[in-house]
C-alpha cells in the first residue's frame, strides 16, 4: 500500500486529477496522508482541506537553518506514516536528505519530453517558450523518479502531444496539463497495483 504525501507550491490541478482517480476506482492500494506545501496560500492546500486530508505549510524560512528544514520534513513524513511522495507541482529542491531516505519512491511530473527541456530554472511556462523556440514538432509529459539533480531521474512514463505551427506557450501548455491529468494518475496507479516496481 502507498501512504502518500503530495508536495505541490500552486493550484493543485495535478492532485486534483490524482485524488478524482482515486474517488473512482482509477487508483487502487494507494492513500493520500498529507498534503504539504512552502506556499502558505497554494490552493493545494485547500484542495485537501475541503478532501479532510492534513495539509501542511511547511518552508525553510520556518527552520535554523536547510539541515534543520530537512531534518523537519522527515519528521513530518514519519508522523504521517508516508511512504511515498509525489511532487505536484512543488517549486522547490527537495533535500538530499528526503530523496536518499526514499530512494526510488519520490515521482515528478514534467511537461516536456524529457531528457529535453529539463533541469534547473526550466519549469512551468518557461519550459513551453523553449519547446516553442527550438521549432519542436512534439512536446508532452514525462512522470520521473526523483533523484539529487533535476530532472535527472529515471523515466516512468511519458505522453507526446503535437506542436502546431501557431502555438504559443500558453496554448502548448494548457494542451500539456491535459495530459498531465491522465498521465500522473496513471503511473501511480500502475505503481501501487505493482505493474510498475517502487524502486
Not at 59 to 76: C, K, P, T, V
Not at 166 to 187: F, M, N
Amino acid at each position: 500500500m502507498l501512504h502518500i504525501a503530495v508536495f505541490g507550491s500552486g493550484k493543485g490541478s495535478n492532485f486534483g486529477a490524482i485524488l478524482e482517480a482515486m474517488k473512482v476506482g482509477k487508483i487502487t492500494g494507494a492513500t493520500i496522508r498529507l498534503v504539504l506545501s512552502n506556499n502558505s496560500r497554494a490552493g493545494i492546500l485547500d484542495i485537501a482541506r475541503v478532501n479532510d486530508i492534513p495539509a501542511v505549510h511547511v518552508s525553510e524560512r520556518q527552520f535554523s537553518d536547510y539541515g534543520e528544514f530537512a531534518r523537519g520534513l522527515l519528521r513530518i513524513l514519519a508522523e504521517h506514516g508516508v511512504n511515498f511522495i509525489v511532487l505536484a507541482g512543488y517549486m522547490k529542491k527537495v533535500p538530499g536528505e528526503i530523496v536518499a531516505a526514499f530512494r526510488g519512491r519520490i515521482l515528478n511530473i514534467h511537461p516536456a519530453l524529457l531528457p529535453k527541456f529539463g533541469g534547473e530554472g526550466m519549469y512551468g511556462m518557461r519550459v513551453h517558450e523553449a519547446v516553442i523556440a527550438a521549432g519542436e514538432k512534439e512536446s508532452g509529459a514525462t512522470v520521473h523518479r526523483v533523484e539529487e539533480e533535476y530532472d535527472r531521474g529515471p523515466i516512468v512514463a511519458q505522453r507526446l502531444v503535437p506542436v502546431y505551427p501557431g502555438d504559443t506557450p500558453e496554448s502548448l501548455a494548457a494542451r500539456v496539463l491535459r495530459i498531465e491529468h491522465e498521465l500522473y494518475p496513471e503511473a501511480i496507479g500502475m505503481i501501487a497495483a505493482g505493474t510498475l516496481p517502487t524502486e
